[in-house]
């Protein structure tokens, strides 16, 4: 059994629409199955007003215990570290944070805006947003680096844009059944089940990407690394092993992986010509590489996968 309590920050409710999609267990089963209590939720819940104040005091002064608290979206601080540009139930969205996480036995941020500011936090990031133990890379956000949950752990990140649902699900039940302690986070602090393959794992072009073959958008046979900006050789992620819907991912649809499980994301900031777009060196060579892989050795492996691949092919149609 787990008391959750979700709010919202800056956000754009995608982490919300991605959990209420949820299939294996749905979030009716959640309730129903996995003895997840729902205390309060802005889009499920039915009080509002007064009434939703009174519930986040009665969790603040104990009257309401808080097992998991979860927040979606930025930490908005702005303007000038008042919070006043989000306000909720009657103060700055950011005053209720700070005093919920202290009382939660475990904090979780669900989606890049919540684990380390996303889209809003780019500059300028008028709101000055931020995550709640991130800022993009750096440790710290609004909690600061050392915060601990009254459980023992960290914030607990789940990032994307927006998070895949059985991340979600799948870290609540570890929750409700006792189990939270078992589950290892990175230095990130994502869980290692879910974030230590890389989207290029179970990718459907994979073979393209050694062989160098370039596709493009929606293109069947090629590799999107090499013009369009496919970043699924460089994120930790796993939605080619955990497919969305059970069906597909961005990039067996044949669409660029973006990175969204990264801290940085978006990355360049956004800067023009960074977007579905491979940068490169010389105008031939991609600037970032698979992760963990030597720039040069990167070249070198690939040019030859481009020849054996063609000759394979060569050779095939000349027999
Ligand atoms: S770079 Fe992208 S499209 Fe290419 S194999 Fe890796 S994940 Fe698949
Ligand atoms: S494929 Fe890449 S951009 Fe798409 S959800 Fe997975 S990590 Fe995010």
């Known amino acids: 059994m787990a008391n959750v309590l979700w709010l919202q920050g800056g956000a754009c409710s995608g982490n919300t629409m991605s959990f209420l999609n949820a299939q294996e267990p749905t979030v009716v089963e959640l309730v129903t199955d996995f003895g997840i209590n729902i205390i309060w939720h802005p889009s499920m819940a039915l009080e509002i007003g007064q009434q939703v104040t009174d519930i986040l005091n009665d969790c603040i002064s104990g009257k309401i215990h808080v097992d998991i608290f979860v927040f979606e979206g930025t930490v908005i601080q702005g303007p000038k570290g008042k919070g006043t540009m989000n306000y909720f139930c009657e103060r700055p969205m950011q005053q209720w944070v700070k005093e919920l996480a202290a009382i939660a036995q475990y904090v979780i941020a669900i989606g890049d ?17 931020t995550g709640l133990q991130f800022h993009k890379k750096e440790k710290g956000g609004y909690l600061g680096a050392e ?3 009254k459980g023992g752990m960290p914030v607990i990140n789940i ?5 895949h649902p059985d991340w979600i699900t799948q870290i609540l039940v570890a929750v409700s059944t006792g189990r939270i302690k078992d589950v290892l986070i990175d230095s990130f602090h ?12 179970g ?6 990407f050694s062989e160098k073959v370039s596709g493009g958008f929606g293109k069947r046979g090629g590799c999107l ?29 044949n669409h660029p992986c973006l990175g969204c499980t990264e801290p940085g994301f978006p990355h360049h900031d956004l800067a023009k010509g960074s977007i579905f777009k491979t940068i490169k060196y010389l105008g031939f060579l991609p600037k970032e590489v698979a ?15 481009k020849i054996i691949g063609s000759s394979k092919k060569i050779f095939k149609t000349t027999i």
């Open 203 to 208: 990718c459907t072009n994979a073979r393209a």
């Open 190 to 201: 994502r869980p290692t089940t879910f974030f230590s393959d890389f989207v290029q794992t």
């Open 113 to 129: 805006c919540a684990t380390w500011g996303g889209i809003p936090a780019v500059p300028p990031n008028p709101t000055d947003s």
């Open 159 to 163: 990032p994307g844009c927006p998070a």
């Open 225 to 253: 690394f090499y013009e369009v900006g496919c970043r699924g050789a460089m994120t930790n992620a796993s939605c080619n092993r955990i497919l969305w819907n059970r069906h597909s991912s961005k990039t067996r649809a």
């Open 147 to 149: 915060f601990i949950s």
């Open 291 to 305: 992760t963990g892989e030597n720039r040069l050795s990167h070249y070198f492996k690939s040019g030859v996968g």
